[in-house]
């Protein structure tokens, strides 16, 4: 099994680079096919769901755009539980199909932030599209419509998630292996 060290943690492969493409794949059919003749914007949240955002949105089939925001609350390999505002809206989203394209949904607040957003700027229909999902760390009541892989409520990195910004690059998904 392949381990990794970035800066003082050691992480094991989790979740191999095919394994999450095959996923991307079959999400961009059902997204292509859920949405054909709607008014789309994509949405992505940085930084995290760069990646993700990326390899799906060059499988969309559809006249749609992508946009970016920045949201922030992690610190270290904790969530921090407050959000802050980094980078702000540049879409008009009124009566748009808006579909957020997160990198993973564990508690919920940046989520719950961005839907407040979009709700108050007046989009027509929100769907949340996830790469991962930790169930056991949601506490939220906002659906997730496209969810890619579950996961337990472990620290990861890779594939767009970091460790004080290190590890994005990797292709494949990384569990911290406790110490």
């Not at 599209?129 to 760390?137: D, F, G, Q, V």
Request: proline share 3%.
């Amino acid at each position: 099994m392949k381990e990794i060290r970035i800066l003082d943690k050691t992480f094991r492969e989790f979740i191999p680079e095919e394994t999450i493409q095959l996923r991307i794949e079959q999400l961009a059919k059902q997204l292509n096919k859920d949405l054909a003749g709607k008014d789309v914007v994509f949405l992505g949240i940085l930084n995290g769901a760069f990646l993700f955002a990326a390899d799906l949105f060059r499988r969309i089939n559809l006249e749609a755009r992508i946009s970016f925001v920045k949201l922030a609350s992690y610190e270290g390999t904790t969530s921090s539980g407050t959000i802050k505002e980094l980078i702000g809206w540049n879409e008009d989203i009124r009566n748009k199909t808006i579909i957020v394209i997160e990198d993973i949904v564990d508690t919920g607040n940046t989520l719950e932030r961005i839907v407040d957003e979009l709700i108050i700027r007046k989009a027509f229909e929100i769907k949340i599209a996830t790469m991962l999902y930790k169930p056991e760390a949601y506490k939220k009541k906002i659906p997730l419509d496209y969810v890619g892989i579950e996961i337990p409520n472990d620290f990861v990195v890779g594939y767009g998630l970091d460790y004080n910004g290190y590890g994005r690059n990797l292709p494949s998904i990384y569990t911290l292996i406790p110490e």
